[in-house]
């Protein structure tokens, strides 16, 4: 009988046992207020979905993507920085960025509950002396799976063209600016039309709800606001593109 291999995360299955249960937390309800269930004291504290949402609406605080370049090339959270760590490490080039603040409030993330490089990271900054270290331990593969807005850069967008043929490419413009022109193989979704609710039909894979989602508008404004409407659709792995329209089909040609 032939085995057939899930692309789908085999830990997400299992969030709900790994975060802390809404009964060892007064305040944790639900699923956006957990957090991951780490054994022992940790030198950082975590923050949950809810607090992490709160922090990237309002600016508060620097939000640090501790995965390699091309793991934030093909997907980040919305206002994230990328560590460039050089030579002297990424606790350096951290420093650097928060301008050697000791008192500068930070989040961490990485890729996923069972990753180590926040943690490790948070390790050393608090080590250093750094008194505000958060980390969303849960990481982007959670940040995406609850309808959190992923960026993904031109560079990402060239790789991922070049070698998923998986991905779909979804245009957010009208339809008569996709009918004048787009992406090769590019599907269209016009913002207006399906926030408005006048599409019969959503030109989105549903025979594998894993397949990467790339949205692409006149701007980057366009595409996010197409996926923030699509946020509680069960499409996990998404991102959007925030530049032009102009850029993007120049670099894809």
């Not at 937390?25 to 950082?44: K, M, W």
Request: hydrophobic share 45%; glycine share 8%; aromatic share 8%.
């Amino acid at each position: 009988m032939p085995t057939h291999t899930s692309r789908f995360p085999l830990w997400l299955p299992l969030l709900g046992a790994l975060l802390l249960s809404p009964g060892a937390r007064a305040d944790a309800p639900n699923i956006l207020d957990s957090v991951f269930a780490e054994p022992g004291a940790q030198a950082t504290p975590q923050i949950s979905t809810a607090e992490f949402r709160r922090i990237l609406a309002s600016g508060d605080m620097t939000v640090i993507d501790t995965r390699s370049r091309a793991e934030f090339e093909a997907g980040h959270v919305a206002g994230a920085h990328l560590v460039e760590a050089g030579k002297d490490g990424p606790l350096a080039a951290v420093s650097r960025m928060l301008k050697d603040d000791k008192a500068a409030p930070v989040v961490l993330y990485c890729n996923g509950p069972y990753c180590q490089a926040s943690r490790r990271l948070g390790d050393q900054l608090a080590k250093a002396g750094y008194t505000q270290v958060h980390r969303y331990q849960l990481g982007i593969p959670i940040w995406r799976a609850l309808g959190g807005p992923t960026e993904i850069e031109l560079p990402g967008i060239v790789r991922v063209f070049g070698i998923d043929r998986t991905a779909v490419f979804v245009d957010a413009r009208a339809a008569e600016d996709f009918a004048a022109g787009s992406l090769p193989g590019a599907e269209n979704l016009p913002v207006e039309a399906y926030v408005a609710g006048t599409l019969k039909r959503l030109p989105l894979p549903e025979d594998d709800f894993n397949r990467r989602v790339i949205l692409f508008g006149r701007d980057g404004a366009q595409a996010r606001r197409l996926a923030e409407a699509l946020a509680t659709r069960p499409w996990h792995n998404v991102a959007y593109y925030p530049g032009s329209f102009t850029d993007l089909s120049a670099a894809l040609k």
